[in-house]
């Protein structure tokens, strides 16, 4: 049995603390949700795993969905017309061997404790693809945040598991491809805001994205002063403008998909991943 903290989450973000503005900032978005249900295909059954609260309604992408979410207060932040999500994490699913067509998890596997397990136990009750949406952290410092918040996307790049790893763990044969950000991007992670440099001038913003809560006042202090000087002098614009109007970004948000081999069994390994051309490398 996988070791709880007493909110209810397996990973390391107060979720109770956080607060229901969070939804305000990360409303998900249609463009994104349609790679989602690309890669999900005429799956009936998906298991959503680390649904959580904000990001629940991409569940509009799968037909018939079952959602876990370790985290008391965002289970009890969902909304009424979504399905009640299972108390239970990654790592330790309640579910029988192959009881899904399909599997997802979006924004989540670096908040787990332990990646490889979580992943595998979702191999594991899933017949067909699963899917995984997250950031390939060999990319994350790519991002212009680099240049006043390195602390940041440090952060984000530890906390990342490598693409290779989530391909090893899940076996079978897969695809990594990344996902066009667009400029107008609902779901305010960091990069959704490339385009938008003033909009990580609200705190709410930046408290959106977990990886603002792992680094102290005078990180969040200098990035403001130093943002709003650049905005200001135009010093931002002379190195960035050109993203104000780029219509999309592609930078480490990335989509996993494993499908596999005949009968693969979660607990040893599987040869090694077919990558699609778009694939990005890990560190």
Do not use: K
Not at 38 to 59: F, I, K, P
Not at 123 to 139: E, F, K, W
Not at 206 to 222: H, T, Y
């Amino acid at each position: 049995m996988n070791v709880r903290t007493q909110e209810g989450s397996a990973g390391h973000v107060d979720h109770a603390a956080a607060g229901s503005g969070r939804s305000a900032f990360r409303r998900p978005d249609t463009r994104i949700a349609r790679f989602i249900a690309e890669a999900l295909g005429d799956a009936r059954t998906v298991l959503n795993v680390g649904a959580g609260a904000g990001a629940g309604s991409y569940e509009s992408a799968a037909r018939e969905v079952t959602a876990v979410e370790p985290s008391r207060s965002m289970r009890d932040r969902r909304p009424a017309r979504l399905v009640r999500a299972v108390d239970a994490v990654a790592e330790d699913l309640p579910f029988a061997d192959g009881e899904f067509d399909a599997a997802m998890t979006l924004f989540s596997v670096h908040q787990w404790s332990d990646v490889t397990r979580g992943l595998r136990e979702m191999r594991r009750v899933t017949r067909g693809p699963v899917v995984v949406l997250t950031c390939a952290p060999s990319l994350v410092r790519d991002f212009w945040l680099y240049e006043y918040a390195p602390e940041v996307l440090d952060t984000e790049a530890r906390r990342f598991p490598r693409v290779e790893d989530i391909a090893a763990a899940l076996g079978g044969t897969g695809t990594v491809h990344t996902v066009p950000i667009p400029l107008d991007c609902t779901d305010g992670f960091n990069e959704a805001y490339y385009g938008r440099p003033q909009m990580l001038l609200d705190p709410g913003a930046r408290q959106a994205c977990s990886a603002w809560s792992f680094v102290d006042d005078g990180v969040r202090e200098r990035f403001d002063e130093s943002l709003r000087r650049d905005l200001a002098s135009g010093a931002w614009d002379a190195r960035h403008g050109h993203l104000r109007t780029q219509s999309t970004y592609e930078g480490s948000l990335v989509l996993v998909r494993a499908t596999p081999w005949g009968s693969v069994r979660p607990d040893r390994p599987s040869p090694a991943p077919e990558h699609g051309p778009a694939a990005p490398t890990g560190p």
